[in-house]
């Protein structure tokens, strides 16, 4: 436990490494104990705690965070009314020295991990996560979903596995993959469309290679056009009820993943890894996954009409802090703070 403690403050207090934790720790000696640290710690500890002790504590841990905050937000609604959840999967690599990262082959010279995450659009929580090296293929974690019966699955064209996305559909779940361009499809026949937004709205099947083979049933294809990007988009489902509109507009949501791996890395620290095995890694990212639970709980509990980021930061700066929480997040119009008034008195 008190392992978890160090490094979600660590993550929370926004600190590069364990040197620099321990600074911060070290600085502020006498409120450690309280803080859950005990009385004495030291960086060898730490590090070799990190190393050592099996991720899968804080794995567990994490996903007892993310039960408890789904539940919480479970209330906050997406414009595109579902029976079921709906959920954006996706990856992103992490560059690693690979000199040190020596076990995170991916390149002749140079090291990497991907992070594979299933992303609840609705609460923006993550609830499914795998590190893999960064070799390999996207497609080879869809087997590893948790699928649930009537949830929405989005995702990018990276995911053209027609094989999972059959399966997908025998477990009576929904799927909305952005195709390739190069898909070979046969349309049997097509639904109104408004010629404007979506293009065309076809139900038909695949019709060359193994992909007749891997999917036996009919399926949708959608054309639709962006006109505010002015870019065009085809969509494959085997969702017959909701609009094309609708589907896009699915679609478009999962864009909250790519901010969730932005936030994440910039925010918390994973980019530079306090620890050099894979083990060590893997603790630091479930820490993260762990900070992020608290504040997005801590802001749903509280009330706060704040993003994540915003509380992180004052959260981060006020962690020897004994003002009460919701004090300290609710006290002070964050809107009425005037930038210009801090530079005046910056340069005078």
């Not at 720790?25 to 640290?37: M, P």
């Not at 709906?86 to 390149?107: E, G, R």
């Not at 909250?256 to 932005?262: A, D, N, R, S, V």
């Not at 925010?267 to 603790?283: I, R």
């Amino acid at each position: 436990m008190e392992s978890i403690i160090n490094d979600d403050f660590g993550q929370l207090s926004n600190r590069d490494s364990l040197r620099d934790l321990m600074t911060i720790v070290a600085a502020h000696k006498s409120k450690a104990y309280h803080l859950g640290f005990g009385h004495c710690i030291h960086l060898s500890t730490i590090a070799r705690a990190n190393a050592s002790r099996d991720y899968r504590i804080f794995e567990e841990f994490a996903m007892l965070m993310v039960g408890y905050a789904r539940r919480l937000r479970a209330d906050i609604e997406l414009e595109v009314k579902t029976d079921g959840n709906v959920y954006a999967f996706d990856s992103s690599i992490i560059s690693l020295c690979l000199s040190v990262f020596w076990w995170a082959t991916y390149k002749r010279s140079k090291g990497a991990v991907k992070i594979h995450t299933l992303l609840d659009l609705k609460t923006q929580i993550p609830c499914f996560m795998i590190v893999t090296p960064a070799s390999t293929h996207d497609i080879n974690a869809m087997e590893h979903i948790p699928y649930e019966q009537n949830g929405f699955y989005i995702f990018d064209r990276g995911y053209n596995s027609f094989a999972d996305l059959y399966r997908i559909h025998l477990l009576k779940a929904f799927y909305v993959v952005r195709a390739k361009s190069n898909l070979k499809f046969r349309r049997i026949y097509s639904r109104p469309c408004d010629k404007q937004s979506v293009i065309c709205d076809q139900i038909g099947v695949f019709s060359a290679g193994k992909s007749p083979e891997l999917y036996l049933e009919k399926l949708r294809k959608i054309r639709y056009h962006d006109v505010n990007t002015g870019k065009e988009f085809i969509f494959l489902t085997n969702n017959f009820s909701l609009t094309a509109n609708e589907i896009a507009l699915l679609y478009k949501n999962r864009w909250q993943i790519e901010l969730f791996f932005k936030w994440i890395k910039q925010h918390l620290k994973v980019k530079s890894f306090w620890g050099h095995t894979e083990n060590a890694v893997k603790v630091q990212l479930y820490c993260a996954i762990i900070a992020y639970c608290l504040v997005a709980i801590a802001a749903k509990e509280l009330k706060i009409e704040r993003n994540i980021y915003t509380i992180l930061q004052i959260v981060g700066f006020s962690l020897h802090d004994k003002t009460p929480i919701k004090q300290l997040l609710t006290t002070i119009d964050y809107k009425n703070v005037k930038e210009q008034d801090y530079n005046l008195l910056l340069f005078n």
